[in-house]
């Protein structure tokens, strides 16, 4: 049969898990600091006996956008956000570090400060632990204070304070878990020019103009390859038919 099946079937093909990727965006753009993915077609010869005069296309994910989102101001003092460029250093379900863009963090009941998807915020030996206190304030450095049981309103003390870096975005990638993570697996180092605004959440960057734009495209040449795998279908049938004839 001629290969233009086979040209039909894995456009189909890659042409459904680019819409997953769009999907996804359109699922996460009330999820605070969600980077969207990307996505591409990228074309790819046919080889076979004779030369590769066919290319299929081949959807992939080059990068995430690290563009921030907006803030939106939520006046809790735990809900912390990056002010500008840079990330926060959380501990990774396996141990290693992680980095976030903004956190609703909580204190549970060990005293471990975490974020609002449960990961240790990380700070100068590890992840932040805190002791019983009144109150909690986030400094713009990610210095944490506290005021512990039964002290007066002036009286703070600093605790940790919040790892806060600022890799090269090259050497930054999104993994299987969300989280985004170093591309050689070492931990950032902590940048003291980093600062923090307290009181705010940044917002994904997926616009969902532009994300349901592409699905619908996407959609539209999804159509087009079942058409050309039928017509491949009945291509081979009139072919068969001709051959039964001679």
Same mark, same amino acid.
């Given at each position: 049969?001629?290969?233009?099946?086979?040209?039909?079937?894995?456009?189909?093909?890659q042409?459904?898990? #680019?819409?997953?990727?769009?999907?996804?965006?359109?699922?996460?753009?009330?999820?605070?600091?969600?980077?969207?993915?990307?996505?591409?077609?990228?074309?790819?010869?046919?080889?076979?006996d004779?030369?590769?005069?066919?290319?299929?296309?081949?959807?992939?994910?080059?990068?995430?956008?690290?563009?921030?989102? #907006?803030?939106?101001?939520?006046?809790?003092?735990?809900?912390?956000?990056?002010?500008?460029?840079?990330?926060?250093?959380?501990?990774?379900?396996?141990?290693?570090?992680?980095?976030?863009?903004?956190?609703?963090?909580?204190?549970? /009941?060990?005293?471990?400060?975490?974020?609002?998807?449960?990961?240790?915020?990380?700070?100068?030996a590890?992840?932040i632990?805190?002791?019983?206190?009144?109150?909690?304030?986030?400094?713009?450095?990610?210095?944490? /204070?506290?005021r512990?049981?039964?002290?007066?309103?002036?009286?703070?003390?600093?605790?940790?304070?919040?790892?806060?870096?600022?890799?090269?975005?090259?050497?930054?990638?999104?993994?299987?878990?969300?989280?985004?993570?170093?591309?050689?697996?070492?931990?950032?180092?902590?940048?003291?020019?980093?600062?923090?605004?307290?009181?705010?959440?940044?917002?994904?960057?997926?616009?969902?103009?532009?994300?349901?734009?592409?699905?619908?495209?996407? #959609?539209?040449?999804?159509?087009?390859?079942?058409?050309?795998?039928?017509?491949?279908?009945?291509?081979?049938?009139?072919?068969?038919?001709?051959?039964?004839?001679?």
């Open positions: 049969m001629d290969k233009y099946l086979y040209v039909a079937m894995t456009g189909a093909s042409n459904a898990l #680019a819409q997953k990727a769009h999907a996804n965006n359109l699922a996460n753009i009330s999820t605070n600091g969600f980077q969207r993915d990307l996505e591409q077609a990228r074309s790819m010869p046919v080889f076979g004779g030369f590769p005069a066919r290319a299929f296309a081949l959807s992939e994910r080059p990068a995430t956008d690290f563009t921030p989102g #907006a803030l939106v101001e939520t006046g809790r003092d735990l809900d912390i956000a990056v002010n500008g460029d840079g990330w926060v250093a959380v501990q990774a379900p396996n141990g290693g570090e992680a980095y976030v863009r903004t956190a609703s963090m909580n204190v549970d /009941s060990l005293g471990i400060l975490r974020a609002g998807n449960g990961m240790p915020i990380m700070g100068n590890g992840p632990a805190v002791p019983p206190q009144q109150q909690i304030e986030v400094g713009q450095d990610g210095t944490i /204070s506290v512990a049981m039964g002290e007066g309103p002036r009286v703070m003390a600093e605790v940790d304070r919040i790892k806060l870096v600022q890799p090269n975005l090259q050497n930054m990638t999104k993994g299987l878990d969300g989280l985004i993570h170093t591309v050689d697996g070492q931990p950032a180092r902590a940048d003291a020019t980093v600062r923090v605004t307290s009181g705010f959440l940044e917002a994904s960057n997926v616009n969902a103009v532009e994300e349901m734009t592409s699905v619908l495209a996407l #959609a539209k040449q999804f159509e087009l390859h079942i058409k050309m795998m039928n017509t491949a279908k009945e291509d081979d049938q009139a072919m068969t038919r001709v051959m039964a004839m001679s």
